[in-house]
């Protein structure tokens, strides 16, 4: 069963912008803590942006002030607008909900989606 889509990814050249979105097909999104993640080539999935249910963004040195996200619980979307994209953003971005321990880790919770590719290049 597919509860994550991802779409709005494309071929951009730096300094260009794109706006991802992800519909989060989960009865209790509204209650949930969300993330943004993508995996470049070579490289591990990693967590780039994350988001609390009253809508509490945190993100990684690398995006921080270039990336925004946000979330819509009336739509049971979130989104990822993402400027002055770098040949470095390249990769595949996927969505998720979050379940955060007592130490304060995330990790997903639902099966991943297709995601979404974005490839930066001059």
């Known amino acids: 069963q597919v509860h994550l889509v991802e779409s709005g990814g494309g071929s951009v050249q730096p300094g260009e912008s794109l706006s991802l979105s992800c519909v989060v097909s989960?009865?209790?999104?509204?209650?949930?803590?969300l993330g943004w993640f993508r995996q470049a080539p070579g490289k591990q999935r990693e967590l780039i942006a994350s988001?609390?249910?009253?809508?509490?963004?945190n993100y990684i040195p690398s995006v921080k002030g270039r990336f925004t996200m946000t979330r819509d619980n009336a739509k049971k979307t979130m989104y990822l607008a993402m400027d002055n994209l770098k040949p470095e953003d390249t990769a595949v971005y996927y969505c998720?909900?979050?379940?955060?321990?007592?130490?304060?880790?995330?990790?997903?919770?639902?099966?991943w989606g297709q995601g979404t590719q974005v490839f930066v290049s001059s």
């Open positions: 998720n909900t979050l379940i955060q321990d007592r130490t304060g880790d995330y990790t997903p919770l639902l099966a």
């Open positions: 989960e009865v209790i999104f509204h209650i949930q803590e």
């Open positions: 988001m609390t249910t009253s809508g509490l963004a």
